[in-house]
C-alpha cells in the first residue's frame, strides 16, 4: 500500500462517522450526447511550468510567459499545433461564454486577471463576440476588488450574481437542487440564471487552495459552489457535508454539460487558510498551469500538489479527519495543525463515481512540459 493510500484508510478510519444526506435535483435541461464534464480527454492533464511567469516578491504575472504556458498547454491538451484550433474544439463562434473565475481569496489569490485575458483572447481569436463573454462569480465585492475590467477589452460582461449577499434575484427559481443539512429554513440551492439560461459553454478558472472543510478548492469546488446559491448551509460546527454536496452540485444540467474547459491557474497557491488566505505567510508559489477537460483528474492531482507542500511546511495532511485536530476558527486560521472541519477531500473520489471525471492516480496521464 502507498503512503498516501495508508493515509486515507487512516484518516476513514478515525474521522467520525459520515451520513450522506438525500438530494432532489430539479432540471428540465437534458445532458448533451457528450457531456463537458469528464469532456473528451478523460484522465487526461496536461501541467505546464514557468519558472518566470510569476514574480514571488510582488506576486506580478509576466503576460508573455503566462501567454506561451496557454499555448504550450492547450496544443498539448488537443494534439494541435496552433493554438487557435485547439480552443476551436471546445468554443464555436456562436457560443455565449462564461467564463469561472474564483475571487474568494482576493486580493491575497484569485484567478489572475492574466489568466483571464489570455482566455479572453483566445475565445476571440475563435470568432466569439466581446459581447458574448462573460466573467462571473457570486459576490460582487469579491469579484469587482480584482479589477478584471482593467485587462478585459470593451464589450466583455463582468457579472457577480449577487450585488448584496443573500439576494435571489440572479438564480434559477426552476433549477435547483433540495436537502436539508441542519433543519435549516432555506433547503434549496438554485443555479445561477446566466449558468442556466444565457451561456452555452463554460471555462472554469479555479486556484490551487487549501480549503478547510473540502480539503481542497479546485476545478470541482469552484464550478458547484460558485454557480449555485445558499451553499454556506452545508457547514456547521466542525461538520460539512462537501463530500457529496460538491459533486451533486456539479453534475447538474446544464452545468456538467457546459463546462466544457478547466484552466487550472497555479501560478499563486495557498497551502493553508483557504479559501480565504488571511496570511500571506500561507502562500505558495507552484508556477504551473493544469489544462484539461476532466475536472476530477486535475484535482485529484492538486490533492497531491497541496498535501505535499504541508509535508514540507510540517502541517497535518490534507488527509487528516482527526477529531483531535479539530479548534476554533481563529486556530485554524494561524496554526496549519489545526483544522475547523472535518475535511472532505473524498468529494472528489465521490464526483468521480457520478461520472464528472477519472480519479484513480494509475488512470491519470499527465503530460508535463517546461516553458
Not at 48 to 73: F, L, N, Q, S, Y
Not at 163 to 179: I, K, L, N
Not at 337 to 344: A, C, G, M, T, W
Request: hydrophobic content about 40%; charged content about 25%.
Amino acid at each position: 500500500m502507498r503512503r498516501r493510500e495508508f493515509l486515507q484508510v487512516a484518516a476513514a478510519a478515525t474521522a467520525p462517522e459520515r451520513k450522506l444526506p438525500k438530494y432532489r435535483v430539479v432540471s428540465h435541461y437534458p445532458p448533451a450526447a457528450r457531456p463537458g464534464m469528464p469532456g473528451p480527454y478523460p484522465g487526461s492533464v496536461v501541467s505546464v511550468h514557468a519558472e518566470k511567469c510569476i514574480d514571488a516578491a510582488t506576486r506580478a504575472p509576466d503576460a508573455a510567459t503566462v501567454r506561451a504556458m496557454m499555448a504550450r498547454g492547450m496544443c498539448a491538451l488537443t494534439g494541435d499545433k496552433d493554438e487557435r484550433d485547439a480552443w476551436a474544439r471546445f468554443i464555436a463562434p456562436s457560443d455565449v461564454v462564461g467564463i469561472k473565475v474564483n475571487c474568494s481569496g482576493a486580493p491575497q489569490i484569485m484567478s489572475s486577471p492574466v489568466v483571464v485575458a489570455g482566455i479572453v483572447r483566445n475565445l476571440m481569436a475563435v470568432g466569439v463576440q466581446p459581447g458574448a463573454i462573460w466573467i462571473y462569480e457570486r459576490f460582487a465585492d469579491q469579484l469587482e476588488s480584482v479589477h478584471y475590467d482593467r485587462y478585459a477589452p470593451e464589450g466583455v460582461h463582468i457579472r457577480a450574481a449577487e450585488s448584496r449577499r443573500g439576494s435571489a434575484g440572479s438564480y434559477d427559481p426552476a433549477t435547483y437542487v433540495e436537502t436539508t443539512f441542519f433543519d435549516e429554513e432555506d433547503t434549496r440551492s438554485n443555479m445561477i440564471r446566466l449558468v442556466a439560461t444565457r451561456f452555452t459553454k463554460i471555462v472554469n478558472v479555479p486556484n490551487m487552495k487549501d480549503h478547510g472543510a473540502a480539503g481542497v478548492t479546485g476545478c470541482l469546488k469552484n464550478i458547484a459552489y460558485g454557480s449555485f446559491s445558499n451553499v454556506a448551509r452545508s457547514h456547521s460546527g466542525a461538520v460539512t457535508n462537501t463530500y457529496s454536496f460538491i459533486g451533486t452540485l456539479a453534475a447538474v444540467e446544464p452545468l456538467r454539460s457546459r463546462t466544457v474547459l478547466q484552466v487550472m491557474d497555479g501560478l499563486h497557491g495557498v497551502w493553508h487558510g483557504g479559501p480565504f488566505a488571511p496570511h500571506r505567510r500561507f502562500g505558495f508559489y507552484p508556477k504551473r498551469m493544469l489544462f484539461g477537460s476532466d475536472p476530477v483528474a486535475i484535482d485529484r492531482l492538486l490533492l497531491d500538489i497541496i498535501d505535499d507542500k504541508r509535508k514540507a511546511e510540517h502541517a497535518i495532511s490534507v488527509w487528516d479527519r482527526s477529531p483531535k485536530h479539530l479548534g476554533p476558527s481563529r486556530d485554524h486560521q494561524n496554526d496549519p495543525n489545526v483544522n475547523e472541519f472535518v475535511r472532505e477531500p473524498g468529494h472528489i473520489q465521490y464526483a468521480a463515481g457520478l461520472g464528472l471525471g477519472v480519479y484513480d492516480p494509475d488512470k491519470i496521464k499527465v503530460a508535463s512540459f517546461e516553458v
